[in-house]
T-cell receptor, first 114, second 114 residues
Framework: AQTVTQSQPEMSVQEAETVTLSCTYD???????LFWYKQPPSRQMILVIR??????QNATENRFSVNFQKAAKSFSLKISDSQLGDAAMYFC???????????FGKGTKLTVNP | KAGVTQTPRYLIKTRGQQVTLSCSPI?????VSWYQQTPGQGLQFLFE???????NKGNFPGRFSGRQFSNSRSEMNVSTLELGDSALYLC?????????????FGPGTRLTVL
């Protein structure tokens, strides 16, 4: 079965500090994409970052970066210089079977303390 | 461009009733996916429509159905509502389908079944 596991239901970080959210996934495919989505309290889900599995280089978007370990099937999200606006639920997602059908992890609730 | 819009935003129904939710994708997007979000099960894929055809389907009973119109707008219908159908229903659109595409989410419809 193709699954996505986020082992940290909740995390907290001090403002301006760095935090890493973990995600592991299970797939038999060799070429695929992985996504981190953010869902703030307003509930609108937005894409944070995307990683293409065939690319060795880890994706980076401003303060957000990933640590992608293909062999270990690990896809963690690092948030640097955390800001209050980063507080949200973060979901790791994988498109099953190369389709639009996203499989989501259970999510990690991130709290940012001032 | 306007984002994905969903109507209504909130809905209260009673058991046994049926409900129709609407989603208008971003202009030019042809793929529309629906997800159910509950505290217990998390985010689960319902179905995806592309050019008026259902292309992918999740593991939900036949009470859940959907359709897409020629202008890419989509509706989902739930018949014979059950208490367990209470959830946030999210719609997402993407340009042309394919796992590499970012899915843009709407704000969701919060359905409460009494």
């Amino acid at each position: 079965a193709q699954t996505v596991t986020q082992s940290q239901p909740e995390m907290s970080v001090q403002e301006a500090e760095t935090v890493t959210l973990s995600c592991t996934y299970d797939t038999s495919e060799s070429d695929y994409y992985l996504f981190w989505y953010k869902q703030p309290p307003s509930r609108q889900m937005i894409l944070v970052i995307r990683q293409e599995a065939y690319k060795q280089q880890n994706a980076t978007e401003n303060r957000f970066s990933v640590n992608f370990q293909k062999a270990a099937k690990s896809f963690s999200l690092k948030i640097s210089d955390s800001q209050l606006g980063d507080a949200a639920m973060y979901f790791c997602a994988y498109p099953r079977g190369g389709s639009e059908k996203l499989v989501f992890g259970k999510g990690t609730k991130l709290t940012v303390n001032p | 461009k306007a984002g994905v819009t969903q109507t209504p935003r909130y809905l209260i129904k009673t058991r046994g009733q049926q409900v129709t939710l609407s989603c208008s994708p971003i202009s030019g997007h042809r793929s529309v996916s629906w997800y159910q979000q509950t505290p217990g099960q998390g985010l689960q894929f319902l179905f995806e429509y592309f050019s008026e055809t259902q292309r992918n389907k999740g593991n939900f009973p036949g009470r859940f159905s959907g359709r897409q119109f020629s202008n890419s707008r989509s509706e989902m219908n739930v018949s014979t509502l059950e208490l367990g159908d209470s959830a946030l229903y999210l719609c997402a659109s993407s340009p042309a389908g394919g796992q590499h595409n970012e899915q843009f989410f709407g704000p969701g419809t919060r359905l409460t079944v009494l």
